[in-house]
């Protein structure tokens, strides 16, 4: 088991770029989130899915697109990148029975 | 607006100490409080959690103190080590939807063991 892995490791864009973070698990977990941590606020959720097909947004969502075609994969868009954007990004999921995140490695991003 | 209210923001604690790590909610809703442990250059993973029907849960030199009344929350590790330095999140569910849990998170404590 991979577990959650997550590509790119590290990306630099410029203001006005877009690009996707993608981000995968094998463990056949229902739930996937996508979270942003930036020094002093812990994590906030951006987006998350409950399952292949459904989508919701968390508590920032301005700026970032989400689809969940599968169940293995949840790519994070971003559609005109900002400066404000400039994070680590993690993904994570969970299965329905228990409450336990299982989080990703992370995305360092940052625009310039 | 942060629902979750960590504190100290940083500790350091000699080796075999007791580290303890506070967390403070208002939803009364919260319904599970979880806390993560992040080593540099690594997702967070679940260290403990506890549900609000019990006031203590020990996990071995992990435990999670609960005052529902207060509504706080704190981590305390006992016979603190080195290999305890990383940065500790503590959070709280909001709510289930669809069967989701959504966690909010406190803003971090980067906890240091000196030797």
């Known amino acids: 088991n991979a577990g959650v892995t997550q590509t790119p490791k590290f990306q630099v864009l410029k203001t006005g770029q877009s690009m996707t973070l993608q981000c995968a698990q094998d463990m056949n977990h229902e739930y996937m989130s996508w979270y942003r941590q930036d020094p002093g606020m812990g994590l906030r959720l951006i987006h998350y899915s409950v399952g292949a097909g459904i989508t919701d947004q968390g508590e920032v969502p301005n ?11 949840f790519p994070l868009r971003l559609l ?29 991003l940052t625009v310039t | 607006q942060q629902q979750v209210k960590q504190s100290p923001q940083s500790l350091i604690v000699q080796k075999g100490g007791i580290s303890i790590i506070n967390c403070a909610y208002e939803n009364t809703a919260f319904d599970y409080f979880p806390w993560y442990q992040q080593f540099p250059g690594k997702g967070p993973a679940l260290l403990i959690a506890i549900r609000p029907d019990v006031s203590e849960k020990k996990e071995g030199r992990f435990t999670i103190s609960f005052n529902k009344s207060a509504k706080q929350f704190s981590l305390h590790i006992m016979d603190s080590q080195p290999g305890d330095s990383a940065t500790y999140f503590c959070a709280a569910s909001i709510w289930r939807i669809q069967g989701a849990q959504k966690l909010v998170f406190g803003q971090g404590t980067r906890l240091t063991i000196n030797p």
Do not use: H, K
């Not at chain 1, 990148?81 to 992370?106: H, I, K, L, M, N």
């Open chain 1, 63 to 73: 700026g970032y697109n989400v689809s969940r075609s599968t169940t293995e994969d």
């Open chain 1, 80 to 108: 005109s990148a900002a400066p404000s954007q400039t994070s680590v990004y993690f993904c994570a999921s969970s299965r329905d029975s228990t409450y336990e995140q299982y989080f990703g490695p992370g995305t360092r």
